[in-house]
């Protein structure tokens, strides 16, 4: 089982790298986040990020705690073919990846499509996101760093920042609001 059991139909690949090239033209990627369910507030999962790096041609990463899934998906012959780099982690992690990957992957590329935001505005505090930054982010910055110190994400993925226009944050803090004023 894994990602190289992933059946990426023709419609589902020119979507995609039509998505990544069209919907911002100088960064030509796209970004996910998958979370644990039933955790509060969410705890990060993994980070999936996605580059066109040709005109056949998709890159790809997932990096989150304990798992690290590199592949390209490929335009060979006028068909798509998944093509695993690298696959290691918990099997039922990377399973579950397996199953939920185009699923993720369209409803991500139907939100962007939908919205004039490029991020669901509900982050929360101390979390790890992805965001498009052109010309992306070092893998010296003191986040990048931290994230891989605490095995959060792995090294791996982190380098591929910054060629893929891709840069990571924290969420903010949480609002609280100020206390009422008695009314007088």
């Known amino acids: 089982m894994g990602l190289a059991n992933v059946q990426v139909s023709l419609p589902h690949f020119e979507q995609l790298h039509a998505h990544l090239t069209t919907h911002n033209r100088?960064?030509?990627n796209m970004h996910l986040r998958a979370t644990y369910p039933g955790t509060r507030p969410a705890q990060m999962r993994h980070l999936h990020a996605a580059f066109a790096s040709g005109d056949t041609?998709?890159?790809?990463?997932?990096?989150?705690?304990?798992?690290?899934?590199?592949?390209?998906?490929?335009?060979v012959r006028g068909q798509p073919q998944m093509r695993v780099l690298t696959e290691e982690g918990d099997e039922q992690e990377i399973e579950r990846i397996q199953h939920q990957f185009l699923r993720a992957v369209v409803r991500r590329m139907r939100e962007e499509a939908a919205s004039d935001l490029d991020h669901p505005v509900n982050r929360i505090e101390g979390q790890l996101y992805l965001k498009r930054l052109y010309g992306g982010m070092s893998p010296d910055h003191q986040l990048c760093r931290n994230a891989i110190?605490?095995?959060?994400?792995d090294r791996r993925f982190v380098d591929r920042l910054a060629p893929w226009n891709?840069?990571?944050?924290?969420?903010?803090p949480q609002r609280t609001r100020s206390p009422r004023r008695p009314r007088q």
């Open 26 to 28: 100088r960064c030509q």
């Open 57 to 75: 041609e998709i890159a790809g990463m997932i990096s989150g705690h304990g798992v690290l899934c590199e592949y390209r998906m490929l335009l």
């Open 149 to 153: 110190e605490s095995g959060a994400l």
């Open 166 to 172: 891709l840069a990571l944050f924290l969420g903010p």
